[in-house]
């Protein structure tokens, strides 16, 4: 008797106990500012799918770097005895009947630093300064940027999709200078990408967004205001919707975040 069915029948299980796991930790977060900005924070450290960040989340929250038994094994580093694997969907591609790719996510067990059986130093990437900052965030924009001595903006750092134009307040201290030029790209990429732009209506978006950058790369963020809206955004809404937006978060994070490591890198 084959047994490959009953493998099948296990992973589609396991499957959608994950899902609803994933369903179950949206909804938390959703319905708490402090623990939707710790959902960013972990966005920030590892980068993961949604669904995935959202396992982790609920499974091991204090995650910082991530494995599977066969890639720690490469470095020499064992799991330590009894610990428990955290859960992920692993995505994987196949050919449909059709001769057409499709994507299938098989559950797999992926373990944190903190659950190995000896201490080890993580190679950590230096956050980059001010000038290569200043050089990532403004590379290659898609937008003008323009310092101006007498600016009565809304805020100091403002993105005006009537000009297509960044407007920055001379003479600003470096944190809020930062923030606000991470803060008002994801605005005018939201323009770019969406054809519209509303520091209203878009402020969860980009402001998410934003606050995943500045984690990344180590800018202060004073204000976290935004998170407070999370619960009316999200009022009603099923955890497909909810996961589809936090997706559009995350893209938008991308989008920026790859044209800044662009500018690093030049």
Known sequence: VSVMPCIAKKYEAKREELYEMAN????EIVSDPQKYLRYLNIQSKLDYTVTNTLLVMKQCPDATYLKDSAHWRENKCYIRKGEEGISIL????YT????????SYKPKKVFDVSQLSTKIKID???KPDIYDLMSGLTYDSPVNVQVMDHFNGITPVYYSPESK????ENNLEQDILL???????????CDFQYGTCDH?????????ASYILCQKYGIPVSDKGFANEVKDY??????????????????LYDDVSKRVERGIYK
């Open 200 to 208: 209203d209506k878009d402020k969860l978006l980009a402001e998410s």
């Open 96 to 103: 449909k009947s059709d001769g057409t790719l499709g994507t």
């Open 24 to 27: 179950s930790q949206v909804n």
């Open 179 to 189: 923030q606000g030029l991470a803060r008002e790209f994801c605005y005018a990429e």
């Open 124 to 126: 950590v990437k230096a």
């Open 90 to 93: 692993e995505p994987e591609e």
């Open 165 to 168: 134009t960044i407007f920055v």
């Open 234 to 251: 999200f009022r009603g809404a099923d955890p497909k919707d909810i996961k589809k937006e936090l997706t559009a978060i995350k893209n």
